[in-house]
């Protein structure tokens, strides 16, 4: 429980991490002109940011392992209670990948996703945790699809707190729409049931 408890704070410092990125990065684009400091802060924020995808390259290695230890062990543990002999134990599946590590993961995506965009360096970090977590394309493909929606879903409930609906709310969701891939079908499915629960609590 304690490996568990230190994959999440390490999560917890990479979405801070990621956020202090994104401010860096708008700081950047509001900037006119490029002069030769900017572009040395640049160089220098590159470098930095390499360093840091390694660091948390190498953290994450590190509760993953410990994580998948704490699991082999509790799964072990339970085959024992439960008495199976040892050659069935062999030939049964194991799980590919701990709950924890799953979670973990889906809360870095929607964190990094929570904007409606995905910078490089937001990319290049979601794919060290991808691979050092040993999750799968397929599983990586529904977790993120999961956190759009959520995002998405969030985004109508603030559209449409205070009864209607503004352009300015209109155009950021056809925004988010287009870079989520989410159907007219499925907009309205999710904006209905929106409205009806604002109805209920109405």
Same mark, same amino acid.
């Given at each position: 429980?304690?490996?568990?408890?230190?994959?999440?704070?390490?999560?917890?410092?990479?979405?801070?991490?990621?956020?202090?990125?994104? !401010?860096?990065?708008?700081?950047? *684009?509001?900037?006119?002109?490029?002069?030769?400091?900017?572009?040395n802060? @640049?160089k220098?924020?590159?470098?930095?940011?390499? !360093?840091?995808?390694?660091?948390?390259?190498?953290?994450? @290695?590190?509760?993953?392992?410990? $994580?998948?230890?704490?699991?082999?062990?509790?799964?072990?543990?339970?085959?024992?209670?439960? %008495?199976?002999?040892?050659?069935?134990?062999? %030939?049964?599946?194991?799980?590919?990948?701990?709950?924890?590590?799953?979670?973990?993961?889906?809360?870095?995506?929607?964190?990094?996703?929570?904007? %409606?965009?995905?910078?490089?360096? =937001?990319?290049? *970090?979601?794919?060290? $945790?991808?691979?050092?977590? %040993?999750i799968?394309?397929q599983?990586?493909?529904? *977790?993120?699809? =999961?956190?759009?929606?959520?995002?998405? *879903?969030?985004?109508?409930?603030?559209?449409?707190?205070?009864?209607?609906?503004?352009?300015?709310?209109?155009?950021?969701?056809?925004?988010?729409? @287009?870079?989520?891939?989410?159907?007219?079908? =499925?907009?309205?499915?999710?904006?209905?049931?929106?409205?009806?629960?604002?109805?209920?609590?109405?």
């Amino acid at each position: 429980m304690t490996d568990i408890n230190e994959q999440r704070k390490k999560v917890e410092e990479l979405k801070r991490k990621i956020l202090e990125q994104k !401010k860096k990065d708008n700081t950047g *684009l509001q900037s006119s002109s490029r002069t030769d400091q900017i572009a040395n802060e @640049e160089k220098k924020l590159t470098e930095e940011t390499k !360093k840091h995808a390694e660091e948390v390259q190498r953290q994450i @290695e590190l509760a993953s392992q410990q $994580i998948e230890e704490e699991t082999r062990r509790q799964e072990e543990e339970e085959k024992r209670k439960k %008495g199976v002999p040892k050659a069935a134990q062999n %030939g049964q599946a194991q799980p590919t990948v701990p709950v924890a590590c799953l979670q973990a993961y889906a809360q870095a995506l929607k964190f990094a996703w929570s904007d %409606g965009v995905l910078s490089r360096d =937001e990319k290049a *970090l979601l794919m060290i $945790i991808q691979k050092s977590m %040993g999750i799968s394309a397929q599983e990586h493909t529904s *977790l993120e699809q =999961e956190a759009q929606l959520e995002i998405y *879903l969030q985004a109508i409930v603030d559209s449409w707190k205070n009864g209607s609906i503004t352009p300015q709310d209109f155009d950021r969701l056809d925004v988010l729409r @287009e870079k989520f891939n989410i159907s007219a079908e =499925e907009h309205m499915r999710l904006e209905k049931q929106v409205r009806q629960e604002i109805l209920r609590q109405h």
